[in-house]
T-cell receptor, first 110, second 110 residues
């Protein structure tokens, strides 16, 4: 039973355009959500997070939106850059333990 | 800067061998985690620890054990390696929600 799902295995966008990565979860007890970025042969690095008491958090080019009623969160990257090409994982937390989605591979074309 | 180091970047072992993967963090974090990453399956939690000498099973603990004798060190043990344990292994540590990952160990069991 997958509690966190990223239904799009891959996404391709043009440089300068918006990238939207999606994540769905089933457990209403999750209280904190995070996005990580991972390059090949490296560990994931933290990107941005949001608490369940908020519906939006912004950090530079990155914005995370949380829709609790739909149990859905999304990561917006504007404008997308070739260096953003990586695998993106969403993680949902309850009591500090993270449950991750399957990941979405983003390719940003120059 | 938080630093999480893993003992090996690449490891090749034979079926049936006992394998030790070591992880060390330098930020005095209470929480430490072991994940494996496989294509299409995302990051799956094997074991975690919230304190020295304490361990909890994650989602896929079968075939693995862990040891946490010191706060900064968390070891993953494959008691008898099998080919289905070929994977990327990632260690992480955290104080609260945000987890910091090591660079990963690519383990191949032949």
């Amino acid at each position: 039973d997958q509690q966190v799902k990223q239904n799009s295995p891959s996404l391709s966008v043009q440089e300068g355009r918006i990238s939207i990565l999606n994540c769905d979860y089933t457990n209403s007890m999750f209280d904190y959500f995070l996005w990580y970025k991972k390059y090949p042969a490296e560990g994931p690095t933290f990107l941005i997070s949001i608490s369940s008491i908020k519906d939006k958090n912004e950090d530079g080019r990155f914005t995370v939106f949380l829709n609790k009623s739909a149990k859905h969160l999304s990561l917006h990257i504007v404008p997308s850059q070739p260096g953003d090409s990586a695998v993106y994982f969403c993680g949902s937390s309850n009591t500090g333990k993270l449950i991750f989605g399957q990941g979405t591979t983003l390719q940003v074309k120059p | 800067d938080v630093k999480v180091t893993q003992s090996s970047r690449y490891l090749v072992k034979r079926t049936g061998e006992k394998v030790f993967l070591e992880c060390v963090q330098d930020m005095d974090h209470e929480n430490m985690f072991w994940y494996r990453q496989d294509p299409g399956l995302g990051l799956r939690l094997i074991y975690f620890s919230y304190d020295v000498k304490m361990k909890e099973k994650g989602d896929i603990p079968e075939g693995y054990s862990v040891s946490r004798e010191k706060k900064e060190r968390f070891s993953l043990i494959l008691e008898s390696a099998s080919t289905n344990q070929t994977s990327m292994y990632l260690c992480a540590s955290s104080f609260q929600y945000e987890q910091y990952f090591g660079p990963g160990t690519r383990l191949t069991v032949t």
